[in-house]
Every structure is written in structure tokens, then in C-alpha cells.
């Protein structure tokens, strides 16, 4: 019989799954943002390519003449429609979180970062579940999303 850990642990991994489908495998490292406030759902991720921190639709940025699939350039497919399908996915994931939150009594996290080592197969997550931006006239879930970025790049993540 499944547990609660056995529910939330396929959705994170669902998530994980759906981004690196996006990025064809083709990345070092996957990290992923996840939020719930009151009443509000956020996903976001960006990526490590090449050495380089990307947002979802900077892909391309990152790419070099070595990054190869088969014997063909690598080059992204960033499309919005893309880009909105994975978020979706990853919101559709979270809230089902909440919900087996909801069912095993849990209390649900306030804030998911997932970093995924694509090389080691290896999801390390860390959890909040305090409110982070909620009570702040001028945080945003974007502007939590954006600082974490910088701590990954500067090492301090």
C-alpha cells in the first residue's frame, strides 16, 4: 500500500521527469522551483548547461558547437507552447501534492527547490513552510525564483 512519501516522491519526480523531456536529456542539472501561498501555485525551473545557468526559455544561450544530439547541432525547442506545457504540468503536480497534503493530514511546504544532477541521477529538495513572500508588499514568487538562481551561480546553494 502506498504511503504519503511514496505519493509526494513520484510527483516530485514527475516534475523532474516532464524537464528533462523538455530539454531532450540534454543538461547537467535541473532545478526546480515550487510555491504554495494561500491560494496561489507557482512552478518554475531553470537549468545548468555547459556550465552556464539558463531560465527555461535561454536555453539556446548555453549551447555550443560541441553539444550534439546524434550527429545533429543541439538546438532547443523553447516554443511559449513549450515552455507553458511544462509549467503546467509542474502546477497540475504540485497541487496534487497539496492534495495528498490534504488527504495524509501533512502539512503542505510553503516552498519546494528541487536540484536534480542529471550525471549522478541524484534529487536533493529542500522545504519551507514558513510564508516567504505572502507577508511582503514587494517579494514576488519570481523575485524569490531569481535569487535563488543567483545563490546557485555564485555557489551558495
Excluded at 510555491?35 to 526559455?57: A, L, R
Excluded at 536555453?59 to 506545457?85: C, P
Excluded at 513552510?129 to 546557485?152: A, C, K, M, T
Aim: aromatic share 14%; with cysteine.
Amino acid at each position: 500500500m502506498k504511503e504519503f512519501e511514496d505519493y509526494f516522491s513520484e510527483l516530485q519526480a514527475d516534475m523532474v521527469a516532464i524537464c528533462l523531456e523538455y530539454v531532450e536529456n540534454e543538461v547537467e542539472d535541473i532545478y526546480i522551483y515550487c510555491s504554495y501561498e494561500p491560494e496561489m501555485y507557482v512552478f518554475d525551473v531553470f537549468f545548468k548547461i555547459n556550465n552556464q545557468f539558463v531560465f527555461k526559455h535561454n536555453l539556446n544561450d548555453a549551447v555550443t558547437s560541441r553539444s550534439k544530439i546524434g550527429k545533429k547541432e543541439l538546438i532547443y525547442d523553447t516554443s511559449e507552447q513549450r515552455q507553458e506545457a511544462v509549467l503546467d504540468i509542474g502546477l497540475e503536480n504540485l497541487e496534487k501534492i497539496h492534495e495528498k497534503c490534504k488527504e495524509y493530514e501533512k502539512e503542505m511546504p510553503t516552498e519546494i527547490k528541487l536540484h536534480y544532477n542529471v550525471k549522478k541521477n541524484s534529487l536533493k529538495g529542500k522545504y519551507r513552510y514558513d510564508l516567504v513572500y505572502s507577508n511582503d508588499e514587494e517579494l514576488l514568487p519570481d523575485d524569490i525564483f531569481n535569487l535563488w538562481l543567483d545563490e546557485v551561480k555564485n555557489g551558495n546553494y
